[in-house]
């Protein structure tokens, strides 16, 4: 059973930083594009960040580009989000995502998910 743990969320000043972890199990991890997303109180599920399994094709949202970064390690078969110069529009619950074919940034094309993490950007 496909199973994807994030972590590395909590509280944080304007500014700071933050590194979210998600932990995949259950499925072949180089067979899988990787997704973060993000979902604040009142708003739809919104695209962060994502990466092909081949690791070359990365995608980023405008609001986070320059900001954030998606990497991977396929021997731990984890794979993270480096959050700098955090904004208090960042704050939401964090999920890792994962798909067999993606593409994009659309939640639909993404098979797996993780149980979110708390992301709070404030003084």
């Known amino acids: 059973q496909p199973q994807l743990v994030e972590s590395g969320g909590g509280l944080v000043q304007p500014g700071g930083s933050l590194r979210l972890s998600c932990a995949v199990s259950g499925l072949y991890f180089d067979s899988y594009d990787f997704g973060w997303f993000r979902q604040a109180p009142g708003k739809e599920r919104e695209g962060v960040s994502g990466?092909?399994?081949?690791?070359?094709?990365?995608y980023y949202a405008d609001s986070v580009r320059g900001r954030f970064t998606i990497s991977k390690d396929r021997v731990e078969e984890i794979f993270y989000l480096e959050m700098n110069n955090l904004e208090p529009e960042d704050t939401a619950v964090y999920y890792c995502a994962a798909g067999y074919v993606t593409g994009s940034l659309n939640p639909d094309q993404y098979d797996y998910w993780g149980q979110g993490t708390q992301v709070t950007v404030s003084s």
């Open positions: 990466m092909s399994k081949s690791g070359f094709i990365t």
